[in-house]
């Protein structure tokens, strides 16, 4: 490229144009009062002093003034030219553009010249720039922070810093014993490591720096910010609280897992746990262990709540835990809540029936103590209103107390009646709620063998007495009639109180008959002996409002009617509660029973075929109102039809009878997992078991010889009998037992539901 084309190509860019311009004859000048300049700068120096240039211009036909590197010349990068001006007299301005250059000298040669109105350059002087860059220290990745903890077992943070040297010979300081550096001195460039340690610091913020200076010049430094932050260590722990005893009281109170960890690494600091409660005495709340060490890999202790030492309700606790680090103590408090449903002495039996004939007698029976919540080893004492009813003295619960009888000269043919009174002594029963259980005890007595007993148009429904001798009958009308089970004798009839009387039950102390009024939903309470009326208590029926069968318990110690249609009454409060089985659909109707102890209840579905046999723990609770709490055991399909079930009770022996199969199969009370078949006939409809293990099934066979089989608890067949002669149907549920389980009583229909009969008769003794 010509000097003429490039002065045209960058007097474009790069000149000022000229005021005036243009004429005059063909001479001309352009001088500058210096033709070279010299520059010193650090390298990477922020900044460098200008140096001026002045231009004169003497040619009428100048029009630019500029600057240009000539043909051949790389243009200097680090340098920059700004030209100002006017007329004749122009100066240029020369600045280093950059230092970050490697130490040296650089030369530049640009040339100042002018050029007419069409780019013509007129004339030029060159100049002589030179850049001697000196070596000097810098340093990037800065500034430093970081953040420990204390009582760490990391307690160094190592940083690095990138330095810049080129040949120099430097060393390195820092501001504060935290700060550690390699001294040096080091020459040339290199990472340089920075180590912050807390080692020995406290909780709290600091500051310092890091001096890096070039030995051959005290003036080179450069200063390196460096921030620490040493912080305390944080506590994680958990659970948020801890529940015992479930929503309702009842629930198991396993021990409960409490962990915890410091942020320190493998380092470890002690700790305790300091517990609290209320009442704190007793003592309700424990740990397995108080203290401990504790790091980054945690520790844990169990929390335990004991509620036999209290009486029912809530309370409330805390584990506090702290954990102190170098003098720092670090804190967590975890509530606890203990949930206790009220506990109550409970006798598995609250009614007793002892007898005495020529050919048989019961004149002792052990009866199970034990409490609501199934707690052992509570002490009891017992005594007997009467001298011929001799008791234990006392025990724990878990064991049994035994009644026996001692006949002496008690009248015969009489019934003598007596009261035992079992009193708990633990202090965690009986505040609110009775420590107290009493138990009817009956005692008959005959010289002569009860017979066989049958009365013509009576037994449609039935039910006896577990403590008195007695049965009641009613034929679905307004009237219940009371007959002696030894005799037979007709001791009254007593009105209902409904047109539609429906399914009876006993209460276990023989004190109360319920009967279903079928047409209103309600159950009539009336005195088993007198027939007065005592209590009405509604339902909230689930399906139609038919005749529901009824069961009698006592959960929880507090007397309980459950209903085949799903519903429980307390007959304390008189609240009515929805239990449904989660396993059974109830189409209306279910037969029921209850173990002994009257946790453990079966049902049998009677609205479906095939059927089913639901199984369940039930308890009462008083948390959130009088609940009735159902826990789902399980289900089994017995065969279709499904029309009566009986436990033992024990629990341990479930029974069904179903439409079919025409025999009565045995289930597991714990799995209903099957255990035998019992021989029976078609169609079997009636299940039932005394308190000595007897099984009695009984079948609709309107043909055949036989109707009801007896059976001792190990599936052993001890005799059979029919409930009434002739074409007769057993009618279901109507088959039962006395208190004594020395007589049953059954009801039959015979051709089309006519010549109903009710039948007492003996009993086979297991």
Excluded: K
């Excluded at 912080?231 to 948020?240: D, H, R, S, V, Y």
């Excluded at 890999?297 to 170098?326: E, Q």
């Excluded at 403590?467 to 007593?494: C, D, K, M, W």
């Amino acid at each position: 490229m010509s000097i003429r084309v490039l002065w045209c190509a960058l007097l474009a860019v790069l000149l000022t144009a000229c005021g005036g311009g243009g004429g005059g004859s063909g001479g001309g000048s352009i001088s500058v009062n210096r033709t070279s300049l010299s520059f010193q700068a650090d390298q990477f120096a922020s900044s460098t002093p200008a140096q001026t240039v002045r231009i004169t211009v003497n040619d009428s036909r100048a029009a630019f003034v500029g600057a240009a590197y000539p043909d051949g010349q790389t243009p200097a990068d680090w340098l920059a030219i700004s030209i100002s001006g006017s007329g004749s007299t122009y100066d240029a301005v020369f600045s280093v553009a950059a230092t970050s250059l490697a130490p040296g000298t650089y030369t530049a040669r640009p040339s100042l010249g002018y050029a007419d109105a069409n780019g013509n350059v007129l004339g030029y002087r060159d100049i002589t720039v030179t850049l001697m860059v000196r070596a000097r220290l810098s340093a990037s990745e800065f500034p430093l922070t970081g953040t420990l903890v204390v009582g760490d077992s990391t307690t160094t943070i190592e940083q690095l810093v990138s330095v810049s040297a080129d040949t120099l010979t430097w060393r390195a300081a820092a501001s504060a014993p935290w700060i550690v550096v390699p001294a040096g001195p080091f020459t040339g460039g290199r990472a340089l490591s920075v180590t912050l340690d807390a080692s020995v610091l406290s909780i709290g913020d600091y500051n310092g720096t890091v001096t890096l200076t070039n030995n051959a010049d005290a003036g080179n430094t450069v200063i390196i910010p460096v921030a620490l932050s040493v912080t305390a260590p944080t506590l994680t722990a958990g659970p948020e609280s801890l529940q015992f005893g479930g929503d309702d009281g009842l629930a198991g109170t396993p021990p409960q897992l409490f962990s915890y960890q410091i942020n320190t690494g493998t380092n470890t600091y002690p700790w305790t746990v300091t517990l609290s409660s209320d009442p704190t005495v007793p003592a309700w709340l424990a740990a397995s262990t108080l203290g401990g060490q504790v790091g980054g890999g945690g520790a844990t202790t169990m929390i335990f709540a004991n509620p036999a030492v209290l009486t029912g309700g809530v309370y409330i606790g805390s584990a506090r835990l702290d954990v102190n680090v170098r003098g720092t103590v670090l804190s967590y408090t975890l509530p606890v809540r203990l949930n206790r449903e009220v506990e109550r002495l409970q006798v598995t039996s609250d009614g007793v029936a002892f007898s005495q004939f020529p050919s048989r007698e019961l004149l002792s029976r052990d009866i199970g103590v034990t409490t609501s919540l199934g707690r052992a080893s509570v002490p009891w004492s017992a005594s007997s209103s009467a001298g011929w009813l001799g008791v234990t003295a006392n025990g724990v619960t878990g064991g049994a107390l035994r009644l026996t009888v001692t006949p002496g000269v008690l009248a015969a043919d009489t019934v003598h009646r007596a009261t035992v009174t079992v009193t708990g002594s633990d202090p965690a029963i009986g505040v609110g709620e009775p420590a107290v259980e009493t138990i009817a005890v009956s005692f008959w007595r005959s010289g002569t063998e009860p017979g066989r007993l049958s009365y013509a148009a009576e037994g449609l429904r039935t039910a006896t007495n577990p403590v008195l001798p007695l049965v009641y009958s009613h034929e679905g009308g307004n009237q219940v009639a009371i007959r002696n089970i030894y005799t037979g004798a007709l001791l009254g009839r007593f009105p209902i109180g409904t047109t539609a009387a429906g399914s009876m039950a006993v209460s276990s102390n023989g004190e109360v008959l319920y009967i279903v009024d079928a047409s209103t939903a309600r159950v009539l309470a009336l005195d088993a002996r007198t027939g007065a009326s005592s209590a009405v208590y509604p339902y909230a029926y689930l399906g139609s409002l038919y005749d529901v069968r009824l069961a009698y318990t006592r959960t929880s110690a507090i007397p309980t009617l459950i209903l085949g249609n799903g519903v429980a009454i307390n007959l304390l409060s008189g609240e009515s509660r929805a239990t449904i089985f989660p396993t059974s659909d109830f189409y209306g109707n279910g037969a029921i029973s209850v173990t002994g102890d009257s946790r453990e209840v079966y049902v049998i579905d009677t609205g479906i075929s095939p059927s089913r046999i639901s199984h369940a723990q039930v308890s009462w609770s008083t948390f959130d109102g009088a609940r009735f709490v159902v826990t789902d055991r399980g289900s089994r399909s017995p065969g279709s039809n499904g029309l009566d079930v009986a436990v033992s009770p024990d629990g341990s022996q479930v029974y069904a009878a179903s439409g079919a199969p025409y025999e009565f199969p045995v289930f597991s009370g714990d799995t209903l997992l099957p255990v035998r078949t019992l021989a029976g006939a078609a169609y079997p409809n009636n299940a039932e078991t005394a308190w000595n293990g007897l099984f009695a099934g009984g079948a609709d066979a309107f043909y055949d010889d036989i109707d009801i089989w007896f059976y001792r608890s190990d599936g052993f067949g001890i005799g059979t009998s029919r409930c009434t002669s002739g074409n007769s149907s057993l009618i279901t549920g109507s088959l039962l037992f006395s208190g004594d389980a020395f007589r049953y009583v059954c009801a039959s229909n015979g051709s089309f539901g006519g010549n109903r009969t009710l039948v007492f008769d003996n009993a086979p003794t297991p």
